[in-house]
């Protein structure tokens, strides 16, 4: 074959292909998808909703709850009560919380049943079952060099 006939018989399938019917085409299989299909920009999805999916799916809800206690104790309860008390620990529905005097421990005893409320409503309902309290701990005497062992508190001061 000439360069010619090569280029006449590459001429006429072109034409063959924009003219002729799809029977006359020469079939092609479909390719196959190896990979899953990635959204595309008209396919955007806001990281929002995607990651509150996550956290159902994945039954997180607890855990991220039990660490917003922590992290938002002072835009929960207000500045002030968060100057005097802090988030011990979390767990079973129970906040333990630790004030630095007594008075503010008492006080966050009478006002337990609104933070329960409050930290329900922020973090989601039932989350919070109750607040436990705890005042500043006294200093131990059971231990050191004023114990005595086998003897009560009165031995400290000599």
């Known amino acids: 074959m000439t360069d010619e ?4 018989l590459a001429r006429e399938i072109a034409d063959a292909y924009r003219t002729g019917t799809p ?10 998808r190896t990979t ?3 959204p595309g920009r008209e396919d955007a999805v806001a990281l929002g909703e995607v990651l509150g999916e996550m956290v159902q799916s994945q039954g997180w809800q607890d855990r991220l709850a039990a660490s917003r206690v922590f992290s938002d104790w002072p835009s929960i309860v207000g500045p002030d009560i968060a100057r005097h008390s802090r988030v011990d620990h979390f767990t079973d ?10 008075a503010w421990a008492k006080e966050l005893r009478l006002l337990a049943p609104r933070l329960v409320a409050r930290l329900n409503e922020e ?3 039932g989350q919070v079952v109750r607040i436990e309290v705890r005042g500043p701990q006294a200093p131990s005497w059971t231990k050191g060099r004023r ?7 009165r031995d400290t001061y000599g």
């Open 5 to 8: 006939d090569v280029l006449r």
């Open 23 to 32: 029977a006359e085409r020469p079939r092609r299989r479909p390719k196959r």
């Open 36 to 38: 899953p299909r990635r």
């Open 93 to 102: 529905g129970v906040v333990h919380i630790e004030a630095d005097s007594t």
């Open 123 to 125: 973090l989601g309902d």
């Open 147 to 153: 114990s005595v062992k086998g003897r009560g508190p």
